[in-house]
């Protein structure tokens, strides 16, 4: 079976926000290399879904989340859940918003 990579509407608005971002700021070749990297970062996940840190949240529906990084672009996080057909990318976010806050941090 070939694992599978779903992605939650809030991680599709994330991509795209970021391609958007990077294309204004850094050129079209930039945002594209970074969904690419994206892609295969998710990928990679999917091939070995305990790879990324877990993370404990408040929010029950995030029990299982982990964070990884997208390949080359450092400061985006991929925050994603573990699924026994693959992985489910719930968030990409930069390393510099709050994180914590959006994704709702255990004290």
Same mark, same amino acid.
């Given at each position: ?5 779903? /992605? !939650?509407?809030? +991680?599709? !608005?994330?991509? @795209?926000?970021? &391609? @958007? $971002?990077?294309?204004?700021? +850094?050129? =079209?070749?930039?945002?594209? !290399? &970074?969904?690419? *990297? ?5 990928? +990679? ?9 877990? =993370?404990? =949240?408040? *929010?029950?529906?995030?029990? *299982? @989340? /982990?964070?990884? !990084? @997208?390949?080359?672009?450092? *400061?985006? =996080?991929? &925050? $994603?859940?573990? /699924? ?6 719930? /968030? ?12 709702? $941090?255990?004290?």
């Amino acid at each position: 079976m070939i694992p599978t990579v779903t /992605r !939650r509407e809030a +991680a599709r !608005r994330d991509l @795209v926000a970021h &391609f @958007v $971002y990077l294309a204004e700021e +850094a050129g =079209l070749d930039m945002a594209e !290399r &970074f969904l690419t *990297n994206a892609e295969a970062s998710f990928n +990679a996940l999917a091939q070995q879904p305990k790879m990324g840190a877990p =993370l404990t =949240l408040k *929010n029950p529906t995030l029990a *299982n @989340v /982990r964070k990884w !990084r @997208v390949k080359g672009f450092d *400061n985006h =996080l991929v &925050f $994603y859940e573990p /699924r026994p057909d693959g992985v489910c990318i719930v /968030r990409v976010l930069h390393a510099a918003s709050d994180w914590w806050g959006l994704l709702g $941090y255990a004290d």
